[in-house]
């Protein structure tokens, strides 16, 4: 399995070369290759990775606004997601039911409901090819069924729109926003995860990505997690 993080940024002014596109993950595995959200930043790039399938994780702007104008290939989403862009010109509209696993391209989504919105619910994709698999979860502030999303990954990739400060609010009852990076590398602590990754950056990491880097990793080693910066046009190979 390759991944290859197209964009990194979340949706903040400031962009670096570093974080200059909003956040996006091409998967690709023995031809097959699906690319995860189309933030606005895409609108004029939609078919960046030459993706044969999109999958979305939600309906917020830079996760799915790319998407107005049409896609080159069939997409996937939530029924939720779906009703949230329903005005939008895609004719190849594929439904994906949480927590069943479904084939793309040679590759295994399977959708965890998380916290994050209320206006735009959210899922995490925990994808699987060959011997590899990880987790997707660029905004969230709590995985539903975390034992099980993480159960033997390989890899977490999770959200940098906070490094330590709180970012999590209630409303009605339900957390939104963001949980910080340094809570998500002690979820991987817990369920035994031993590396990962970090996207959807905010301000504090595209600012500064090499010191944000160094806080985020000296977190990870007290939890014996090896911990790194996605960054715009990053590759990882999976064996």
Do not use: D
């Given at each position: 399995m390759k991944l290859t993080f197209l964009g990194t940024r979340?949706?903040?002014e400031e962009r670096t070369p570093l974080h200059g596109r909003h956040t996006s993950l091409l998967v690709a595995y023995r031809g097959g290759r699906v690319r995860i959200d189309c933030g606005e930043d895409w609108s004029d790039d939609v078919a960046a990775g030459s993706p044969q399938a999109i999958v979305l994780t939600h309906a917020h702007p830079d996760h799915a606004w790319g998407l107005k104008n049409g896609a080159p290939c069939p997409v996937y989403a939530t029924a939720e997601t779906w009703r949230l862009i329903e005005a939008y010109?895609?004719?190849e509209r594929r439904v994906i039911e949480p927590r069943i696993p479904l084939e793309i391209r040679g590759i295994t989504f399977?959708?965890?409901p998380v916290e994050h919105s209320i206006r735009?619910?959210?899922?995490?994709?925990r994808i699987a090819a060959g011997n590899a698999s990880v987790v997707y979860a660029p905004d969230v502030v709590y995985i539903n069924d975390r034992s099980e999303a993480l159960a033997g990954i390989d890899v977490y990739i999770g959200d940098g729109a906070t490094i330590e400060q709180?970012?999590?609010r209630r409303s009605g009852g339900r957390l939104l926003g963001h949980a910080p990076v340094r809570?998500?590398?002690t979820w991987c602590q817990k369920e035994g995860v031993a590396r990962a990754v970090i996207t959807h950056c905010g301000s504090e990491i595209v600012r500064d990505h090499d010191a944000a880097e160094?806080?985020?990793?000296e977190f990870a080693r007290k939890r014996g997690v090896a911990a790194e910066l996605a960054r715009d046009g990053m590759e990882m190979t999976l064996r």
């Open positions: 979340g949706e903040i010109p895609l004719e399977e959708a965890f735009c619910p959210a899922v995490a994709y709180s970012f999590v809570t998500q590398l160094h806080r985020i990793a």
